[in-house]
């Protein structure tokens, strides 16, 4: 089970912090990833980390302001976003993986947390 936090409103600029919490067997998941998804638009890939060797992939449209984590000791995954635009306004959702190579379609991944909004006002 997955559960993502963090969200809220923020002015364009600024900063936010989404975590994501992991309950039950983790022992089977490899893969660590976050997804959003606009009003009226697809749910598209935005970040994910291994939980192995925590090597990590982005999508281009957050490369260099948002930074991905995680804490195997806590069962817990954060991402970090900075620089924060109009366009990054969704609902954040974490996912996990349970095989050991990343992949950026949502329908790769088996558990997914809630969602959390994240709304940037210009």
């Known amino acids: 089970q997955l559960q993502a936090s963090g969200g809220g409103l923020v002015q364009s600029g600024g900063s936010l912090r989404l975590s994501c919490a992991a309950s039950?067997?983790?022992?089977?998941?490899?893969?660590l990833g976050w997804f959003r998804q606009a009003p009226g638009k697809e749910r598209e890939f935005v970040a994910a980390?291994?939980?192995?060797?925590?090597?990590?992939s982005y999508a281009e449209s957050v490369k260099g302001r948002f930074t991905i984590s995680r804490d195997n000791a806590k069962s817990a995954m954060y991402l970090r976003m900075n620089s924060l635009k109009p366009e990054d306004t969704a609902v954040y959702y974490c996912a996990a993986r349970s095989f050991s190579t990343v992949r950026r379609g949502h329908s790769e991944y088996s558990y997914w947390g809630q969602g959390t909004l994240v709304t940037v006002s210009s």
């Open positions: 980390i291994s939980r192995v060797d925590g090597s990590t």
């Open positions: 039950g067997r983790t022992d089977s998941v490899y893969i």
